[in-house]
T-cell receptor, first 110, second 112 residues
Framework: EDQVTQSPEALRLQEGESSSLNCSYTVSGLRGLFWYRQDPGKGPEFLFTLYSAGEEKEKERLKATLTKKESFLHITAPKPEDSATYLCAVQAGGSYIPTFGRGTSLIVHP | DGGITQSPKYLFRKEGQNVTLSCEQNLNHDAMYWYRQDPGQGLRLIYYSQIVNDFQKGDIAEGYSVSREKKESFPLTVTSAQKNPTAFYLC???????????FGEGSWLTVV
């Protein structure tokens, strides 16, 4: 059975303290890996799509990378406004429906 | 502006009532989806539709129903058969099946 696991469940950082969030997956035939940001009480906001191992994408302080087994979302010099839950989703095999992880709740203290 | 509009934002349901959540998109997307989100859990798929007049059950379809009579609209009815309906409901769409999914702002449903 396909599975997507995000770690850690929660992460607290000081402003400016860089770190990484992990999304590991066990699927057959990865078609795409998606990262979303979700603020409390709102719908997820699309950040990145990665398609193949070695691919990287950046947006402001965020950088997403992909290997054959996992993806990392690197946050460089985070600010309090980066506080949110970050969701990872994987699309694989013959299904076009992505499977979502449970998310990592990030809090950045000023 | 293009986007996905869900209404109402907050909805209260009495025991035994059916309620309908609205989802409208003006992105000209073919595929639409309904997810349920509970605290500490990932998004769970309720129903999805690849094209007008066609839809399929997701992982947790029991107690829910949908229709797709227009490309722009994909309403979700939470029936009295749904035993634990209190949750945050998210509507989403993609240009076609297999492409990036974009979400609406969500609707909170509470059973009173």
């Amino acid at each position: 059975e396909d599975q997507v696991t995000q770690s850690p469940e929660a992460l607290r950082l000081q402003e400016g303290e860089s770190s990484s969030l992990n999304c590991s997956y066990t699927v057959s035939g990865l078609r795409g890996l998606f990262w979303y940001r979700q603020d409390p009480g709102k719908g997820p906001e699309f950040l990145f799509t990665l398609y193949s191992a070695g691919e990287e994408k950046e947006k402001e302080r965020l950088k997403a990378t992909l290997t054959k087994k996992e993806s990392f979302l690197h946050i460089t010099a985070p600010k309090p406004e980066d506080s949110a839950t970050y969701l990872c989703a994987v699309q694989a095999g013959g299904s076009y429906i992505p499977t979502f992880g449970r998310g990592t709740s990030l809090i950045v203290h000023p | 502006d293009g986007g996905i509009t869900q209404s109402p934002k907050y909805l209260f349901r009495k025991e035994g009532q059916n309620v309908t959540l609205s989802c409208e998109q003006n992105l000209n997307h073919d595929a639409m989806y309904w997810y349920r989100q509970d605290p500490g859990q990932g998004l769970r798929l309720i129903y999805y539709s690849q094209i007008v007049n066609d839809f399929q059950k997701g992982d947790i379809a029991e107690g829910y129903s949908v229709s797709r009579e227009k490309k722009e609209s994909f309403p979700l009815t939470v029936t009295s058969a749904q035993k634990n309906p209190t949750a945050f409901y998210l509507c989403a769409s993609s240009i076609s099946a297999g492409n990036t999914i974009y979400f609406g702002e969500g609707s909170w449903l509470t059973v009173v």
